[in-house]
């Protein structure tokens, strides 16, 4: 609670200090008193330190005091006469009184917490929206089943015995500033005395349990210090064993943890739990859940009419609020699900996508059968009305890996779930295969910088078979499988130039280049990849195909840094054979710059060619739909497009689905210009 005194100029400290003299401090300061002085906002270009600014303005207050009265106020950080406030606009500045003092949300009765509280006036505001001060006013009770150090039933109960929250602080800001009108302020505080009225609380009206005694300690001690403690029950009792309420008519109100601060696996299976409590035990009643996590207030199973958007500090949350009668009972989402496929599989949309895939699915049949391919796509948005990639993995059971590609902003939402539910409907009977092993993943265009994360943690493995070799896939964790399905003819192309070599992969992914390469016959392998979680899982391809030995290495670090690490150690002609299949981009914490393959491809392919034989051969591939190789890299190698011969059958319908080249030096040793540029650290076109 700021009170502006004024706005000044600060375009240097001692400009700022003559502005806050001119300020007439005698009149909001005892001249021997104390005073603080707090920094916040923009800094202007002069102010490397919060802390300078604050004593600037302290010896302007000090002065001026000093030369109209003769003595001088002193600091005093945590309880002052005075706590000025400077917010800065760069070298602009607005000078004010603090007069709330200790933040308003801090009501003077929680000093005993539990992990994650919620601040007091959060929760009041929870439950002012969720309509408890009409409940209250119209008798009904107030329960928090998962109640912490009980901040929500002391909230509750304030509200109900018309208690103002700031009645239990020691103090206010504004109360020993000159300004401070004391009899106005002790009028003030007597008439919200006597608004308290104790006697609306009988009866236990406000109750709360947690499974916590240590919580339940707490909410005793809270309730103690708000003058509450015989007003109020707490009682430790775990959510399961919660029982139906006496009570007709009230406001049941929970805040449960929702992994960020409080981490648990069994989270969903939690809030399943108190969905069915808050039914079952509390009919007639409204109910309101607060959490952080939509996707876990999904699992409540109950039908919200109602949602609100609140922040717990920097933390967006959502509040939920339930009639608790039939209306909040949510069909079982299977069942729907089911029903809503039933009705989208008879439609012409449905029936035409089916007989495409139905064809295309003839065709590679007979054609995997031929090449003994057992992972193959069965469709990419050959309809682009159905905008999917259609994936069929064999294991020990048949698999669908499906990615819908994200649709433009321009197409109606409706429109997508529709053409979704029809192809969904129809991929089961066409390919034969379960709606319990169809995985669906959407494949949007990634913003600038931005880096696809973990998506799940089942951690659930299935082999399947490549040519002879074997390899994990996994369909739940992450956005890709961990088997590139366009660059099998790629993969193999590498094993059967590897007999006898020396063989580098970078940015190797789940090292299933490498198994071919090994297997293949090369002498020695390298593999290198930033995620600890894909060289794991390359290393356990190779296991699985009994080809670990020592002479084949894996390496976490940044593809980009370690290359150029080695080849500044002089290390040349290491390896005979040299993969590198790179992202379109990468920008990761743990990398000192970003990566962009069209722009950046040039000074990778010079960087690897350090540590290539003169008779070695790099195999260069990528993703990117647009890519153009650097019309300058010809110059120093013999290049040989062989794109059209690495793109499978299975993904002739796009033939832009990747690049592949293979390099070779023009002349033995190191490109002219490559290492200048491997001493800048920084990429082509950016040189000095």
Known sequence: MLLTLSEVDAPDPDQMYRALLELPWETHLQADGTLAVDVVGEPPRWLRNSQFAAVRAKDAIVDRLRERSGTRPSV?????????????????????????????????????????????????????????????????????????????????????????????????????????????????????????????????????????????????????????????????RDLSNLSATPHAHGLVLANPPYGVRIGAPELEALYSLLGEKLLRCFPGWEGAVFTGEPALGRALRLRAYRTHTFFNGPLEGRLLRFHLDESAVEPDPDQVRAARLDAARVRPGAVMFGNRLRKNLAHLEKWARRQ??????????????????????????????????????????????????????????????????????????????????????????????????????????????????????????????????????????????????VGGGADASTTVDMSRTYLDWAVRNLDLNGLRAPNHEFVQADCLAWLEVQ?????PSQYDLIFIDPPTHSRSKRMDREFDVQRDHRGLLETASRLLAPDGVIVFSNNYQRFRLDPAIPAGFEVDDITRSTIPEDFARNPRIHVCFMLRHKTPGVLAGAEDRLDTGLPPGRQP
């Open 372 to 517: 003994d391919v057992t992972c193959y796509r069965v469709y990419d948005a050959d309809m682009p009305e159905y905008a999917f990639a259609v994936d069929l993995y064999h294991s020990d059971e048949r698999w669908v890996y499906v990615q819908e590609y994200a649709a433009p902003d321009s197409i109606a939402q409706d429109a997508v779930r529709a053409r979704r539910d029809e192809a969904l409907a129809t991929m089961p009977g066409v390919l034969g295969v379960p709606i319990e092993r169809m995985v669906l993943r959407l494949r949007r265009r990634q913003k600038e910088g931005e880096q696809y994360e973990k998506l799940d943690t089942e951690g659930r493995f299935h082999v399947v078979r490549e040519a002879p070799y074997r390899f994990l896939v996994n369909f739940t964790d992450y956005l890709d499988t961990g088997l590139f399905l366009d660059h099998r003819l790629t993969r193999s192309r590498i094993g059967g130039m590897s007999r006898g070599k020396r063989y580098l992969n970078l940015f190797a992914y789940t090292g299933t280049a490498t198994v071919h390469a």
């Open 76 to 236: 005093d950080t945590a309880a002052p006469d005075l706590r000025v406030s400077l917010r800065f606009a760069r070298e602009r500045v607005t000078v004010g009184l603090d007069l709330s003092g200790e933040p308003l949300h801090r009501r003077g009765y929680r000093q005993s917490g539990v992990e994650a509280p919620l601040k007091e006036n959060l929760a009041a505001a929870l439950l002012l929206r969720a309509g408890w001060r009409d409940i209250a006013m119209a008798g009904g009770c107030f329960y928090d089943p998962m109640c912490g150090s009980g901040t929500l039933v002391i909230e509750a109960a304030l509200l109900a015995a018309n208690i103002a929250p700031g009645l239990l602080r020691r103090r206010f800001g504004f109360e020993r500033w000159l300004g401070h009108d004391a009899p106005l302020w002790r009028e003030l505080r007597t008439a919200a005395e006597g608004e308290r009225d104790l006697a609306l609380l009988e009866g236990g009206r406000c109750a709360g349990s947690d499974r916590d005694q240590t919580a339940i300690r707490a909410c005793l001690a809270n309730a103690n210090r708000a003058g509450l403690g015989e007003h109020l029950v707490f009682e430790r």
């Open 567 to 571: 080849a500044r150690a002089m290390r």
